[in-house]
Structures are given as structure tokens and as C-alpha cells.
């Protein structure tokens, strides 16, 4: 949504920065009343041309900034990816060691039961 804003907002900034090559486009006019007409034909078929151009120039520079901002966000879900998968190993390794230790402790309470009967059977108190 974010890169969706950016674009509106460069767009509009593009239409922004292209009124004033119109407008100084359409003010020039020539000395001589016979040109003005050839002058301004040709002017329209120049400032389409630019406009193409400029159009061109403006949407090949956002690609370009949307293709590096893809690859940033590739580039940083690798390593979140990485992370999360470090994580998960590490977690993994936690749960054995909880369960080895929880065995243990198993294991030592059935020997300390086991020891207190026999002391009670010996009437060792």
C-alpha cells in the first residue's frame, strides 16, 4: 500500500514539474506572423514528442525504484527467513532439553521413592 502511495505521489509530482514546460512552450512565439501557425504545429508535435519522452524517462525511473524496492524487501525477507528458521531450531533444541531434564527429574523422584521404602522396610528412619 505504501509503494502504491509513492507512485501516486510521484505521479502527481510529475504532473506537477510538466505544467510549467507546457506553459513556457505554449507563450514562445515567433517574430514573424506567417510562422505562427507552423511554429505551433510544430511545437505540438515537439511537446508530444518531449512528452513521450519525459513520460518515458518518468516511468522507466519509477520501475527502476520499484524493482530496487522489491529486491530490498526480498533481500530483508530472506533474512527475516533466516531468523525464523534459527529460531525454530533453537526452539526445537529447548523442547528436547525440557524433555531430557523432565525425564530426569522423573527418574529421580522414582529413586527417592524407591530409597524411602527401603529405609522404611529397614525401619531405618
Known sequence: MSLEKQLEE???ECARLQQPLSTTENRASPTEPGKVADNRQMTDVDSGHRALSTDSVVIAGHMQHLNDVIGGLRSEKLA??????????RITHLENLVNQLSKQVDMIRLLNISY??????????
Not at 80 to 89: A, G, V
Open 116 to 125: 524411602l521404602r527401603q529405609r522404611k522396610a529397614l525401619n531405618i528412619v
Open 80 to 89: 527475516l527467513t533466516t531468523q525464523l528458521r534459527k529460531q525454530q531450531l
Open 10 to 12: 510521484s505521479r502527481s
